[in-house]
């Protein structure tokens, strides 16, 4: 079985995101998979997806000071300037993060452990609304 | 064919740890893949799964010295410090280095380069054992 | 449908390179696939995988000025260092930026924005030709 569709994100502000819900409550399908994969890719080069701790807003803020000082902004090296300073540093920060997820899916739900979640990796100062793909592939 | 297996992981010092052999010995069905694909996903915000160099122990215990320098603890504009020193970094080398492998099978074997093996990354003092979900799925 | 190759490259100088038609180009069972995944796996632990800007040559260039910065030769506490000073920060690099990549796969051709590519990321000086798995799986 597969299943995949387009889910364009709300516009976030610059920083880390928890979107879980927002993907799981878009895929009613996940129930009838007993064993399968999901993935989240991001159509995007200055944003980013990674999975981490889903309870204390304070980890997704010091994710944002940390990456802000190990990529930063107005190097004098940089040569690929011409869209901002904060353009060049979203490219680095979204490799360094990545662009797509694959999570493993039992039983109807995501198997994740209970302090994961889906982080949106926003790394512009105005990035808009984010297009994500997510395809679903398992058995009933 | 979809196979699917939690694997609970002896507990591992603070480090980079070969675990290739522990998933394999763990999935006789391999065998029977011609072609697919595995997933490895690990359960836990601060510790990671990576691909690298299976030969020469002093590889790991350079990745540990460099991700104690590029991550480092202490920083004074960390918020999430309650949990310990070492809390906050091994949340952020998680997202670095990723909770998510997937890696070919061809012929009842992962197909991997002959230099490479998984990583366990326990960014933690005291992690704990680890829980991984491992999924297989492919054409016999 | 289960499709897998393997793809070995030409040799690419030190540094970031887009590499989509040279991978594209030797899948033409893509078209047959209306919704799937593929997955392309680097058999070595001195270079990497990632997707990023396909427009911009100075973005590539940026890459290799600043992953030369983040992850430095010669650091003094490095111990693995028979095989040059480009050995130990390849594989750091190479950790960082990830060995194997999922796009998904739409209606016969890869589902990636319009500005993304995939880059192979040659950290050796001389590392000569690299092997690729591509491995691919939907449904027609």
Not at 26 to 31: A, G, M, R, T, V
Not at 45 to 54: D, K, M, R, V
Not at 93 to 106: C, D
């Amino acid at each position: 079985m597969w299943i995949q569709k387009e889910i364009q994100l709300k516009s976030f502000s610059r920083g880390f995101h928890l979107i879980t819900r927002d993907i799981v409550q878009q895929l009613p399908e996940l129930k009838q998979i007993r064993i399968g994969m999901m993935n989240v890719f991001i159509k995007h080069t200055s944003a980013s997806l990674t999975i981490n701790e889903n309870a204390d807003p304070s980890v997704r803020h010091d994710f944002e000071s940390y990456f802000n000082r190990s990529v930063p902004e107005n190097e004098s090296y940089y040569r690929h300037v011409d869209e901002g300073s904060d353009d060049m540093p979203a490219h680095l920060k979204s490799s360094i993060l990545g662009s797509t997820l694959n999570i493993p899916i039992t039983n109807g739900q995501l198997n994740m452990g209970i302090w994961q979640g889906i982080y949106l990796c926003e790394h512009r100062n105005y990035g808009g609304s984010r297009r994500l793909v997510v395809t679903i592939n398992g058995e009933g």
